[in-house]
């Protein structure tokens, strides 16, 4: 019988998941078939149940169901049990297993692809929703000299500081500080680009060498990439983050690694 995957987000149809895993296993003569499927709110249980019931042996989970599907599994991985969201299920023997694969995603793509680190590195994430609570626990792992959280909303940047104060040295950058320190590595994990909003931060917090990454891709990416091209500052979306994640789900369904190839990053560049 062959492999049923899927993902599960509300919206769904711009999923480029279903492009990306088919060339996973086309590439690695895999044969599988992986669907879109639009959620319903408040129904992912008795939908997700349905799917594992009908031969699903995992799927992906997107917004908004990302804490339903930690709620929804048996066994959740380390990762999923400190951020309390999974992107990847797997069905095994009736057995529900949550994971991340964000986090290990950007880690993957910024490190291995874009050949950068994040060790001793002053970084600045900038969001304090489930986008940056995915990537935190990653980032303190690779031992940064300092992750600072900005947030519109101060009150969330300093929940989010809190909340992982134990895995390094985390904290908030606040309104009277924003224009002291200057960072190596600017995040933006904000929904600002989605809504086509202006992007802007003080010319303080950055220096000619400083890396901008931003975790969406697409028309999501340009508030941030329109900020950073005018101040000259190299500047990645959030594409080969996509694809990383994809492929460490890919691996935890076929214990095999997808290479990830030039040609695929341009057919997704295509259809954005
Ligand atoms: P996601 O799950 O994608 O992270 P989210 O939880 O809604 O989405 O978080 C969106 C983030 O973008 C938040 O940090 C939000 O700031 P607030 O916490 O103040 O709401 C940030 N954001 C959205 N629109 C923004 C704007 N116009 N200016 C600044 N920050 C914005």
């Known amino acids: 019988m062959m492999n049923k995957y899927a993902v599960f987000g509300n919206p769904i149809e711009h999923s480029l998941s279903p492009v990306i895993h088919e060339n996973f296993a086309k590439s690695l003569q895999i044969q599988l078939t992986y669907t879109a499927i639009l959620g319903s709110i408040g129904k992912f249980e008795s939908e997700a149940k349905n799917f594992l019931a009908n031969g699903g042996e995992g799927f992906n989970v997107t ?12 066994i959740k991985s380390d990762i999923s049990n400190i951020t309390k969201s999974v992107n990847t299920i797997t069905y ?3 057995i529900i297993y949550g994971d991340n694969t964000d986090g290990i995603g950007f880690i993957k793509d910024f490190t291995q692809n874009l050949g ?5 590195k002053k970084i600045l994430l900038v969001g304090a929703g489930g986008a940056a609570m995915g990537v935190i626990p990653n980032i303190l792992m690779e031992l940064p000299k300092e992750l600072k959280i900005y947030n519109r ?3 969330k940047a300093q929940n989010l500081a809190n909340q992982f104060k134990a895995l390094g040295p985390i904290d908030i950058l606040d309104q009277n500080n924003i224009n002291k320190v200057n960072f190596d590595l600017i995040i933006n994990a904000t929904s600002i680009g989605i809504n086509n909003l202006k992007f802007s931060l003080p010319s303080n917090t950055f220096n000619k060498n400083t890396i901008c990454y931003d975790m969406s891709y697409g028309n999501a990416s340009r508030s941030f990439m329109i900020w950073a ?3 000259n500052l190299k500047f990645y979306d959030g594409l080969g983050m996509l694809i990383e994640q994809a ?14 190839t ?3 990053k341009n057919l997704l560049r295509k259809k954005l």
């Open 153 to 155: 909303t101060e009150l």
């Open 262 to 264: 030039e040609e695929l």
């Open 229 to 231: 091209e005018y101040n």
């Open 63 to 74: 917004l908004p169901f990302k804490q339903d599907a930690f709620k929804f599994s048996d």
């Open 116 to 120: 950068q680190n994040i060790k001793n």
């Open 247 to 260: 492929a460490e789900s890919f691996f935890i369904w076929q214990n095999k690694k997808p290479n990830i």
């Open 92 to 94: 095994k023997d009736g």
